[in-house]
């Protein structure tokens, strides 16, 4: 199974994408997280893109592109991939397809989560992380225990691009670079449309229902 999760930052792509993860067995390939991972053991990768990440903007894509290329040779992606947050610009999906021929794994859906604006503004104000990359939030979807990640334990911390500052930003990026990308999905008959603004249940059950 070979996937793109797209939609606007906290429209539910990583809560959503660990689930499927674990239904299909295949890896999921956050850009964001790899980012993250990045910045926090302070590679030459992570030291390029703090300042991006943290003003909400988009890295630039020659980064990113040689970052999914990598990764989706990896031996994993072998059973598929569930791409979340690849990819945001149209070079970045031209560089995609190119990749994915060399490889022959081309995408069999783009999943296009959508959720109102100012449902996202509160989600991602809310939101806590762990770094393993599961993500909770602090009323909608809180941890079983107090700033701990169900999944390992770990102490969970907010995001310092969910500021109200770089969140603005980012909705910025995604209306102007990232959404022209529903068009170009569309053309090529890919995009299934999901609505993200019910139950993180309810929006699971409608991503199986198009996968099954
Ligand atoms: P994205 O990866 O698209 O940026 P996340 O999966 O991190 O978004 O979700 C953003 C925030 O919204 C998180 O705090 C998450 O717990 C919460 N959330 C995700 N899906 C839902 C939902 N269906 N209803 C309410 N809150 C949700
Ligand atoms: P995310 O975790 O998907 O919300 O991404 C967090 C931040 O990482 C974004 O705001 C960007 O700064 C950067 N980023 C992640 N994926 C990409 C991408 N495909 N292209 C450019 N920047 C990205």
């Known amino acids: 199974m070979n996937i793109i999760l797209f939609g606007p930052p906290g429209a539910g792509k990583g809560t ?13 390939i956050s850009t964001g997280d790899i980012l993250r991972a990045n910045v926090r053991e302070g590679t030459e990768l992570g030291i390029k893109a703090k300042g991006f990440m943290e003003r909400g903007e988009l890295v630039p894509d020659e980064v990113l592109i040689g970052i999914i290329a990598d990764r989706l040779r990896e031996d994993d992606c072998e059973s598929g991939y569930l791409l979340d947050g690849y990819p945001r610009t149209i070079p970045q999906a031209d560089a995609l397809e190119q990749i994915l021929t060399e490889i022959d794994k081309p995408i069999d ?26 993500s909770f939030h602090k009323l909608f979807n809180p941890p079983k225990e107090e700033n701990l990640c169900d999944a390992c334990g770990k102490e969970l911390y907010q995001r310092t691009d969910d500021t109200e500052e770089a969140v603005v930003e980012r909705l910025k990026a995604y209306n102007k670079q990232t959404s022209p990308l529903v068009q170009y999905y569309e053309e090529k008959e890919l995009m299934k449309n999901v609505d993200g603004s019910k139950s993180i249940d309810e929006v699971f059950l409608s991503i199986k229902k198009i996968l099954d």
Do not use: T
């Open 16 to 28: 959503q994408a660990q689930r499927l993860a674990e239904e299909y067995k295949i890896p999921h």
């Open 109 to 134: 859906y783009v999943i296009n989560i959508s959720v109102p604006e100012k449902d996202l503004i509160a989600r991602l104000s809310g939101r806590v992380m762990c770094k393993c990359g599961a």
